[in-house]
């Protein structure tokens, strides 16, 4: 059972177990939810979603479905070719979860931000109202960017290839910020290493922006 299912279950009682083939847990049903962020309207929705729990969560991330394809597949809102929700950066969301590592953990700081943000748009237009992150590579990068505190989309690049490898050969290598040095002998060393802690070295390699 994953962590937090009983509480989950209860704070969303439109969802629910649903019989699949599926390795880990389906969870599907109406989510509703009612937010409202610092300087933003209350918004009350809910949408049909289809949630597939990994049997490692939340080692590895959930993929929602949004099943009511309510959401408009129009390139604009976040919705994966593979019709899954790009809820934000895989190494951002994994960063969010760590913090709260359940069900209404993962529900709370990673569905429904994105959710709001669509019923957001789909009732006031405009952007979205969380920082908006690209499809595709180049977003992804950026938001590595501002995750590790570097300046271009290489460096960022360098930096998660040395979370692909073992620390001691990682530590052999050139730092990516910038310094010159060897990364076992920068500070930068230790800006890397709470991201070690969130993932395996073949998370990371699985996972190259
Ligand atoms: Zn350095």
Same mark, same amino acid.
């Given at each position: 059972m994953p962590p937090g299912l009983t509480q989950f279950l209860s704070d969303y009682p439109g969802m629910s177990i649903h019989p699949s083939t599926y390795a880990g847990l389906e969870l599907r049903g109406t989510f509703a939810f009612s937010a409202q962020p610092p300087d933003r309207p209350l918004i009350t929705d809910s949408y049909s979603l289809a949630i597939r729990v990994p049997p490692t969560f939340p080692a590895a991330l959930p993929a929602v479905t949004e099943t009511?394809?309510?959401?408009?597949?129009? @390139?604009?809102?976040? *919705?994966?070719?593979?019709?899954?929700?790009?809820?934000?950066s895989p190494l951002r969301l994994l960063l969010s979860l760590s913090r709260r590592p359940d069900l209404p953990g993962f529900s709370e700081t990673c569905i429904v931000p994105y959710l709001y943000a669509v019923s957001h748009r789909l009732k006031? @237009?405009?952007?979205? *109202?969380?920082?908006e992150l690209d499809h595709g590579a180049p977003g992804v990068l950026r938001d590595y960017m501002e995750l590790f505190g570097l300046d271009y989309p290489q460096q960022a690049h360098s930096a998660w290839s040395l979370l692909g490898m073992k620390k001691r050969r990682a530590n052999k290598r050139s730092c990516p910020?910038?310094?010159?040095?060897r990364l076992g002998r920068c500070a930068f060393n230790h800006r890397l290493r709470p991201f070690r802690k969130l993932a395996s070295r073949s998370w990371f390699r699985a996972n190259t922006p």
């Open positions: 009511d394809r309510r959401i408009p597949r129009d @390139g604009r809102h976040h *919705v994966n070719p593979d019709e899954t929700l790009c809820l934000g006031f @237009g405009g952007p979205f *109202v969380f920082d910020c910038g310094c010159d040095r």
